[in-house]
């Protein structure tokens, strides 16, 4: 069954520091690779997205890489905002389904000041 | 929110009665989701519309059933509400098919107790 697994569940770091975010996917094959942000009681809104060819992207202090060879892909937050809490998930389409996007269940971080 | 909307944003509801979401979008994108979000649970797709009075099934769709007789709205009827069907549910719309490079738009979201 394709999966989208993402560790940690929670992540609690103080205003200021970096903190990666992680994401490991069993979806084969693959076509692309996107990270959203979620807001406590907002939709999410898109942060990257990659294709299987690519292997970072960049949005501001946000950073997303993937390593399509281990099916691994990572979010870097650069000098944390209060802001920056907030629920991030890792979304990803295998190439088996014009439709299909497959969810993790999200990274729920909470930047202290 | 990219010119969507969900209305309600709140519901409380007992259990056997017919309920109806609505999404309206303003961006006249061709493509449009509904999804539930559960506690521990990634989001997951109930039905999709690819245009007018065209929708699918998604991987969670029994007990579900979807309309869309205009662009912008597109409605979703739980035909008769059980407590598992207790969740936040999600709008989403695209100008390309969601497995695309395109980016899908959510809406704010409504949170649905069934009791």
């Known amino acids: 069954k394709n999966q989208v697994e993402q560790s940690p569940q929670s992540l609690i770091i103080l205003e200021g520091k970096n903190c990666t975010l992680q994401?490991?996917?069993?979806?084969?094959?693959?076509?692309?690779l996107r990270w959203y942000k979620q807001d406590t009681g907002r939709g999410p809104v898109s942060l990257t997205i990659?294709?299987?060819?690519?292997n970072t992207k960049s949005n501001g202090r946000y950073t997303a890489t993937l390593d399509a060879d281990t099916k691994q892909s990572s979010l870097h937050i650069t000098a944390s905002q209060l802001s920056d809490s907030a629920s991030y998930i890792c979304?990803?389409?295998?190439?088996?389904?014009?439709?299909?996007?497959?969810f993790g269940s999200g990274t729920r971080l909470l930047v202290r000041p | 929110d990219a010119g969507i909307t969900q209305s309600p944003r709140h519901k409380v509801t007992e259990t056997g009665t017919p309920v109806t979401l609505r999404c309206h979008q303003t961006e006249n994108h061709r493509y449009m989701y509904w999804y539930r979000q559960d506690p521990g649970h990634g989001l997951r797709l109930i039905h999709y519309s690819y245009g007018v009075k065209d929708t699918d099934k998604g991987e969670v769709s029994d007990g579900y059933s979807v309309s869309r007789s205009k662009t912008e709205d597109f409605l979703l009827t739980l035909e008769s509400a059980t407590s598992s069907q207790t969740s936040v549910y999600f709008c989403?719309?695209?100008?390309?098919?969601?497995?695309?490079?395109?980016?899908?738009?959510f809406g704010p979201g409504t949170r649905l107790l069934v009791l």
């Open positions: 979304v990803v389409r295998g190439m088996d389904s014009s439709y299909k996007l497959i």
């Open positions: 989403a719309i695209s100008p390309t098919l969601a497995g695309g490079k395109g980016t899908q738009y």
């Open positions: 994401c490991n996917y069993t979806v084969s094959p693959f076509s692309n």
């Open positions: 990659m294709t299987f060819s690519e």
